[in-house]
């Protein structure tokens, strides 16, 4: 099989041939095993962690972290119930597999 990719270290396009196992074992070493989940969706590599990240680096940098340091409240969704009109609170979420 031959197939074209983009080589990360001189950023130039380059083809490449190999036989159909090996190019399968190539892509299937990206592949989770069913249940895992991928490390960056939790904890500092999560998204939503990037002004976390950035404080940790200032600080190891000894830089001041005061620029970055402003903390927003996340906006939370409320629903009221039908019946009773008080607050509903989120207990779990379920997802089909």
Same mark, same amino acid.
């Given at each position: 099989?031959?197939? %074209?990719?983009?080589?990360? =270290?001189?950023? /130039? !396009?380059?083809?490449?041939?190999?036989?159909?196992? /090996?190019?399968?074992?190539?892509?299937? =070493? #990206?592949?989770? !095993? @069913? &249940?895992? +989940? %991928?490390? %960056?969706?939790? &904890?500092?590599?999560? &998204?939503?962690?990037?002004?976390?990240?950035?404080?940790? +680096?200032?600080?190891? $940098?000894?830089? !001041?972290?005061? =620029? $970055?340091?402003? @903390?927003?409240?996340?906006? @939370?969704?409320?629903?009221?119930? !039908?019946?009773? =009109? /008080?607050a509903m #609170?989120?207990? &779990?979420?379920? %997802?089909?597999?």
């Amino acid at each position: 099989m031959t197939f %074209r990719y983009t080589d990360s =270290q001189t950023r /130039q !396009p380059a083809t490449r041939t190999l036989p159909v196992v /090996q190019f399968s074992w190539l892509i299937l =070493q #990206h592949v989770l !095993p @069913k &249940g895992l +989940q %991928r490390v %960056r969706d939790y &904890g500092l590599l999560h &998204g939503s962690a990037r002004t976390l990240r950035l404080n940790i +680096q200032l600080m190891l $940098l000894g830089l !001041p972290t005061w =620029q $970055l340091s402003v @903390k927003t409240e996340p906006l @939370k969704a409320t629903r009221d119930c !039908p019946s009773c =009109q /008080q607050a509903m #609170h989120c207990v &779990g979420i379920t %997802r089909p597999r």
